[in-house]
């Protein structure tokens, strides 16, 4: 039989179970809602599946779809339909071509009548810990009004209640035939809507526990439905890890740095294109290898090919890296994501491989995860930037900047505000020649040096110079030079 109500009823679905703080509350009726098509009847067969897995009589009453279609398709993603109990109220082909006295929009008494009968048999009969009803919504055509179909709704949710048995029933999203009301007579809903990045599964009302809010994304694939919850910051490790220096492994970029950056913080590293971003970013990466740390980075806007061809002619031992562990680099495709799929690639390398360093390379290709929802895609970088954080990983975001020279912009997605650290990276023409300067911009854990610094990538790697002292409008990516000679030695006349 059913668990007691101290314990969980899974969905047989281990992301919407995380968003349910464990799953559904045995003996209790739910309500699945959302527009034709949104998986609605897969989830309710997750449900049932679970509940045979776990040694419990699973019971499907169909209102609508004829059953050997709805079969075919769960066993087509899986599910085992003949462990199933079926209950089948579907219209037959008889409705359409019988007796010509049936009446669809004012059905009467006797019509009902059977079908409660055959309900309350074939529950009976089965005695079921688990029922899905799909659609209870196909209910109301056979009843007169909307307070008879909400009066038998009610009435049905007890019956079975009382018989011990978790309840689920789907609801069809339309204009026509009103559901409001049923809220009120469920003891949560799941929502299945659509967002412009993609699906969404969201649980307004959940009575007796609280669940995790906003809204949560949800794919349909070959076996069903997967959940990818939103992500969560959690509670802090321990203060500890954020006042401990990570080198950069280049004495100079350290001295910018006050030391280097701090573990637990959040780094962006911003400049145009082509300036090193991704090179410089890499390189606490490549010290953190030496120590025995594990980074991972999600390479947005370069293939991984790339990017590890770049690396090695940059003297960073990235195949050894990869093949220690210490390293692991994963390419992504934004339009084919959403932001809480990502989320979940993140979590798992971070709670199951134990990742120090996570690297998103870049901040723009990550945005097309949201589809262009500019306010979404700040709350999305703060989320993951504070689980992070929170989790004493340190973060290191690449930001680019459209501007090759002229107007100095720190960053391009106005995502300054969640950085500990920013370190800038700029092209520069000097005497007709293009040159490169490093300098940090914003350090809140500590002081660091406000000079700026020339910037080389070699084959054997980054070098740092001193600091540009000589020269002047430097973050105009058009600097001019000063003359430092006393002003005799520089043939100045006297006024």
Known sequence: MVSPL????????????????????????????????????????????????????????????????LKANAAALGFDTDAIEFLDLSPSAEAFVGDESYEVFAPSEVEREPLTERIVEGVTAVDPDRVVVDPLTQLRFLLSDDYQFRKQVVGFMRFLKERGATVLFTVQNTESLPTDDLEFITDGTVRLDAASYGKTVRVPKFRGSSTQGGDHAYRVTDSGIEVYPALQPGARRGDDVAFEQISSGIP???????????????????????????????????????????????????????????????????????EKGTLQVTEVEALERSPQEFARMVRDEVEGEGADIVMIDGISGYRLTLRGEDETMLQQMHALGRYLKNAGVTGIFVDETRNVTGEFRATMENVSYLADNILFLRHLEVGGELRKAIGVLKKRTSDFERTIREFRITEHGITVGEPMSGLRGILSGTPEVVDERPRGARGDCDE
């Open 6 to 69: 101290s314990e969980r009823a899974s969905t047989g679905i281990a992301g919407l179970d995380e968003v349910l703080s464990g799953g559904l509350i045995p003996t209790r009726s739910y309500m699945v809602r959302g527009q034709a098509g949104s998986g609605k009847t897969i989830l309710s067969f997750h449900f049932l599946q679970q509940g045979v897995d776990e040694g419990e009589t699973a019971l499907f009453v169909n209102l609508e779809e004829d059953l050997r279609d």
């Open 252 to 322: 100079e970029v350290d001295e910018l740095l006050h030391g280097g950056i701090e573990r637990g913080t959040v780094t962006i590293v911003s400049g145009p294109t082509g300036v090193g971003k991704t090179t410089l970013s890499t390189q606490f990466m490549k010290e953190a290898a030496g120590r025995g740390e594990r980074s991972v980075i999600y390479l947005f806007e370069e293939n991984r090919q790339t990017f590890l061809a770049r690396s090695r002619a940059v003297n960073i031992p990235v195949d050894e890296m990869i």
